[in-house]
């Protein structure tokens, strides 16, 4: 367990359909049917009211980032080539973000009448939303934690980028995300669903920019996470 404070917010959540069919596995530009854009357009405004972001994260300076460690001060190593990714940052945060669980609830309700499509796309608009609120985080991050020169990495989750899933452990040995309702079971999946673990790295913004975003050294194109900037 760190001993670094941790902070709790509440996130402000913005969500387009664009974002939701990313999260479906569609191309950017594709066009939807009107039926479907009718549909998109109904569950995304059933959805947003039901949004509960919030977000637990803690700040702790590096001691060291290896090819595939990262330690970060009083905390539990971090393992996996994640590390090298963070190598310009000099503090790290790691976070917990969730939506709650009422967009579960709304898919699960849909798929229990027999709307498969209803169900599936409100269930993706809870992954997208969940993405979002992690964005919602950084920026959040970017305007109160950050000094004049320095600047974000991406944000990193276990079970991406090379990162085990099992590095949860670590990240929820460093913050507590109980009192944002949030745990984490044997299996390494969060209640509720639509949350999100992982790590952004804080450095010297001219450093971060030379680095450049992993995604463009990664072979996995067809990865949803993957990101231009």
Not at 169 to 189: C, D, H, K, T, W
Request: charge should be negative; include cysteine; proline fraction near 6%.
């Amino acid at each position: 367990m760190g001993t670094a404070t941790q902070k709790i917010i509440d996130l402000d959540v913005e969500l387009d359909a664009d974002e939701v069919l990313r999260t479906m596995g569609c191309s950017s530009g594709h066009t939807l049917r009107a039926e479907h854009r009718l549909l998109m357009d109904r569950l995304l405004a059933e959805a947003r009211p039901a949004l509960r972001g919030r977000a637990v994260y803690t700040i702790a300076d590096v001691e060291h980032i290896g090819e595939n460690e990262l330690r970060l001060r009083d905390c539990r190593p971090i393992r996996g080539p994640i590390a090298s990714f963070l190598k310009p940052s000099r503090r790290v945060v790691a976070f917990v973000a969730t939506i709650g669980d009422e967009i579960e609830r709304m898919a699960d309700k849909r798929f229990q009448a027999g709307d498969k499509l209803g169900g599936y796309t409100m269930n993706a608009i809870g992954s997208a939303a969940a993405d979002a609120a992690v964005d919602a985080l950084a920026d959040a991050i970017y305007f109160s934690d950050l000094g004049p020169d320095e600047a974000l990495t991406p944000p990193f989750s276990p079970g991406y980028c090379g990162m085990p899933l099992e590095e949860q452990l670590s990240i929820f040995s460093i913050v507590q995300a109980a009192p944002i309702g949030v745990r984490l079971l044997p299996s390494m999946i969060m209640k509720p669903l639509k949350s999100v673990s992982g790590l952004i790295g804080i450095g010297p913004n001219h450093e971060i920019e030379a680095k450049g975003v992993p995604c463009q050294w990664c072979e996995l194109t067809s990865c949803r996470m993957r990101r231009t900037r």
